[in-house]
């Protein structure tokens, strides 16, 4: 069955860096387009990057220039390196993947979290002031 495993969540001070990873198991991990989602209690969960089974990728506007989701379809692996972390980064991080239904007609990959069947268990960030 289909298993994504977050790594990587941790504290850091305001401005510092942290690389979240999920692991893929269960799927062919080079046809799911894959996200990352983010969600503090009491808010909807937010997308925060996605790469489709293209490669093509879309950002929130709140961590573009900051953050990289990258792709490793030889080790099964989602990556999103965070830099220059801010207080309101702070949430549990969830890696979210899906074979169909998670490319617009933009072509880009959706940030919807109802377009995406299988997730993590999520990681938690913390960035302190």
């Known amino acids: 069955q289909v298993q994504l495993v977050e790594s990587g969540g941790g504290s850091v001070q305001a401005g510092g860096s942290l690389s979240l990873s999920c692991a893929g198991s269960?799927?062919?991990?080079?046809?799911?387009?894959m996200a990352w989602f983010r969600q503090v209690p009491g808010q909807v969960r937010e997308g925060v990057a996605a790469?489709?089974?293209?490669?093509?990728?879309t950002y929130a506007d709140s961590v573009k220039g900051r953050f990289t989701i990258s792709k490793d379809n030889t080790k099964n692996t989602l990556t999103l390196q965070m830099n220059a972390l801010k207080p309101e980064d702070s949430a549990m991080y969830y890696c979210?993947?899906?074979?169909?239904?998670?490319?617009?007609?933009?072509?880009?990959?959706?940030?919807?979290?109802?377009?995406?069947?299988?997730w993590g268990q999520g990681t938690q960030v913390t960035v302190s002031s």
């Open positions: 979210a993947g899906d074979r169909w239904g998670c490319t617009l007609i933009s072509g880009r990959p959706s940030m919807v979290y109802t377009a995406y069947t299988y």
């Open positions: 269960g799927f062919t991990f080079s046809t799911y387009a």
């Open positions: 790469v489709d089974s293209d490669g093509s990728t």
